[in-house]
């Protein structure tokens, strides 16, 4: 019988681009090991188009994700949550069968202003800093599941 991936949910208040960049980034990293989610507190019923840009840009098509309110994670077991703007952190709930739970913070690039490529620039930064963590943490799980097998 295969073993069922523990559930990271990865929250934001928008659920329109901090989430769904670390949604599709450690969806790459360890989507093998883990069901990556994302959700909002309010979700903005959209995904911002400059961070699908970006993740095209690294390879990564996440187009297809769409809006969730965190509501729809309520009944089933989520192991891992993970917050990434201070809103979300504030508001979240416990899920069933949550054993984890962390906070890293990141700057909304929704509210970069400028012209297009002073957007970008900032989609980008927000981008690879999310890449950096989520990656370690994608590598820490690996050796997790190497240890525990």
């Given at each position: 019988?295969?073993?069922?991936?523990?559930?990271?949910?990865?929250?934001?208040?928008?659920?329109?681009?901090?989430?769904?960049?670390?949604?599709?980034?450690?969806?790459?990293?360890?989507?093998?090991?883990?069901?990556?989610?994302?959700?909002?507190?309010?979700?903005?019923?959209?995904?911002?188009?400059?961070?699908?840009?970006?993740?095209?840009?690294?390879?990564?098509?996440?187009?297809?994700?769409?809006?969730?309110?965190?509501?729809?994670?309520?009944?089933?077991?989520?192991?891992?949550?993970?917050?990434?703007?201070?809103?979300?952190?504030?508001?979240?709930?416990?899920?069933?069968?949550?054993?984890?739970?962390?906070?890293?913070?990141?700057?909304?690039?929704?509210?970069?202003?400028?012209?297009?490529?002073?957007?970008?620039?900032?989609?980008?930064r927000v981008r690879d800093e999310i890449k950096r963590v989520f990656e370690a943490y994608a590598a820490g799980r690996r050796d997790q599941a190497k240890v525990g097998a």
């Amino acid at each position: 019988m295969p073993k069922v991936k523990p559930t990271v949910l990865i929250l934001c208040t928008g659920n329109s681009c901090r989430s769904h960049l670390a949604e599709g980034l450690l969806r790459a990293a360890a989507g093998d090991l883990l069901n990556v989610q994302s959700a909002g507190s309010k979700p903005a019923g959209y995904v911002h188009p400059l961070g699908i840009q970006v993740m095209k840009e690294i390879g990564l098509d996440i187009s297809g994700h769409h809006s969730k309110h965190l509501n729809e994670f309520l009944n089933q077991p989520v192991e891992t949550v993970i917050t990434v703007c201070g809103n979300a952190d504030q508001v979240c709930p416990i899920f069933p069968g949550q054993v984890n739970r962390y906070h890293w913070g990141f700057d909304d690039p929704a509210h970069a202003t400028g012209t297009e490529a002073e957007k970008l620039a900032v989609f980008r930064r927000v981008r690879d800093e999310i890449k950096r963590v989520f990656e370690a943490y994608a590598a820490g799980r690996r050796d997790q599941a190497k240890v525990g097998a």
